[in-house]
């Protein structure tokens, strides 16, 4: 019932265009894998190698910690429409943080808002659809706002001092590198 391809063909990407949740899966090599429901307008195709989100603050920074250590990452779209459908993208991921020389043309692919923490570009490496006969409907009521007014209502030095509190180490104990300089080539 799955299908492999080696990238994302228009068809796939209109898919990923009308989610409205997605889920990225990172692990390190040793220590607890993590998986995290992501929404808003945050997901972008830049092309059928390259995907990116905007990752906004959070209680934890896991996926950038994972990324830094080893580059794994598995993002996964279901449908929840009368259309059934999972797609996985399997590729190697990088953290790109507002310091990052790519930042700015990275940024301008997604709306502003608070809590931008960073961007987390992708390179496909496989791409899997499988049937997704098993997933539930569900009807979408619409986006949460209580992230973005959060970190609205923190203002941009005290998200600074909760990166410095709670982001700059995995649940593991491996570094972020959030407010660290660390080598940021792209791929």
Same mark, same amino acid.
């Given at each position: 019932?799955s299908?492999?391809?080696?990238?994302l063909?228009?068809?796939?990407?209109?898919?990923i265009?009308e989610?409205?949740?997605?889920?990225?899966a990172?692990?390190?090599?040793?220590?607890?894998?993590?998986?995290?429901?992501?929404?808003?307008?945050?997901?972008?195709c830049?092309d059928?190698l390259?995907?990116?989100?905007?990752d906004?603050?959070?209680?934890?920074?896991?996926?950038?910690?994972?990324?830094?250590?080893n580059e794994?990452i598995?993002?996964?779209?279901?449908?929840?429409?009368e259309?059934?459908?999972?797609?996985?993208?399997?590729g190697?991921?990088?953290?790109?943080?507002?310091?990052?020389?790519?930042?700015?043309s990275?940024?301008?692919?997604?709306p502003s808002?608070?809590?931008?923490?960073?961007?987390?570009l992708?390179?496909?490496?496989?791409?899997q659809?499988s049937c997704? @006969?098993?997933?539930?409907?569900?009807?979408? #009521?619409?986006e949460?706002?209580n =992230?973005v007014?959060?970190?609205?209502? /923190?203002? &941009?030095?005290?998200i @600074?001092?909760?990166?410095?509190l709670?982001? #700059?180490k995995?649940?593991?104990g =491996?570094?972020?590198?959030?407010?660290? /300089?660390? &080598?940021?080539?792209?791929f």
């Amino acid at each position: 019932m799955s299908k492999f391809y080696s990238e994302l063909n228009p068809t796939l990407q209109n898919f990923i265009q009308e989610q409205k949740i997605f889920f990225t899966a990172t692990a390190p090599q040793q220590g607890r894998i993590n998986l995290s429901p992501k929404g808003m307008d945050s997901f972008k195709c830049i092309d059928p190698l390259t995907v990116a989100y905007l990752d906004l603050t959070g209680s934890g920074n896991e996926t950038a910690a994972h990324l830094a250590e080893n580059e794994r990452i598995t993002l996964m779209f279901c449908s929840f429409t009368e259309d059934p459908l999972i797609l996985r993208l399997y590729g190697k991921g990088q953290s790109i943080k507002p310091r990052h020389q790519n930042w700015e043309s990275l940024a301008l692919l997604f709306p502003s808002m608070a809590g931008t923490r960073q961007i987390i570009l992708v390179k496909i490496e496989s791409v899997q659809t499988s049937c997704g @006969y098993g997933v539930p409907l569900y009807e979408f #009521q619409q986006e949460r706002t209580n =992230l973005v007014k959060w970190a609205k209502q /923190k203002g &941009d030095k005290a998200i @600074y001092d909760y990166w410095q509190l709670k982001n #700059q180490k995995s649940i593991d104990g =491996l570094p972020t590198y959030l407010l660290e /300089k660390k &080598d940021e080539e792209i791929f």
